[in-house]
Every structure is written in C-alpha cells, then in structure tokens.
Nanobody, 124 residues
C-alpha cells in the first residue's frame, strides 16, 4: 500500500504561482503513474494532471494546459504540480493519487490511495 501526503498549498493572488508536492511512502512508487485532482466547494472532484511512471508522459485537463506542469522525482518518491498564472477559479483542495489500473489517465476511477489534500486559495 502507498501513503500520500500533499503539501505546498496556500493563499495566493491571481496571477501568482504555487508548487504542490506529493510525497509517497512505499518502495513501489516508481512503478505507477500518478495524478493530481482538485475539488472545489460544492463541486465534484476533477482531473487536473497525470504523469507516467517514468515521467516521460504527461496529461493535462484543458483548463490548466499551458499554466500547470506535473513532474516527478522517483528517487525522492515525490510528484510535483507547478501552478502558474493562477486564477480564482483554481481555488480548490488539490489531492494526488496513484493510478492503479490501465484505463484512461483522465478517469478518476482509475486512481486509488488518495492523499488528504492541500488547500489552494486564489484571491482576485
């Protein structure tokens, strides 16, 4: 089993940047693709970005393309989400998860072992 702990959230003004980290326990971390998701108040959790096990492939939701970058460091068992040009509508709790199955990278039901999440608040 993998345990995930997110960090790096906070309050930032529109146009600012934050870098989220997701630290994973367990020796099998490097075998799995990883994803970032977010959930705003009153809304369903949605896909943000994913990275393949090697870091060589990345996938993004349309609403973050060109602004967010996902990466990973398997030596540190950590996945990152660099968020630039933040907008108030990016306000949400951001969580990382392990992609356990072989379906779409964009589908939430392909992921398991969720972290507790980190709050990101973007003020206008």
């Amino acid at each position: 089993q993998v345990q995930l702990v997110e960090s790096g959230g906070g309050l930032v003004q529109a146009g600012g940047s934050l870098r989220l980290s997701c630290a994973a326990s367990g020796r099998t971390f490097s075998r799995y693709a990883m994803g970032w998701f977010r959930q705003a108040p009153g809304k369903e959790r949605e896909f943000v970005a994913a990275v393949t096990w090697s870091g060589g492939g990345t996938y993004y939701a349309d609403f973050v393309k060109g602004r967010f970058t996902i990466s990973r460091d398997n030596a540190k068992n950590t996945v990152y989400l660099q968020m630039n040009s933040l907008k108030p509508e990016d306000t949400a709790v951001y969580s990382c998860a392990v992609r356990r199955y072989s379906g779409s990278y964009y589908a939430i039901n392909e992921y398991d072992y969720w972290g507790q999440g980190t709050q990101v608040t973007v003020s206008s």
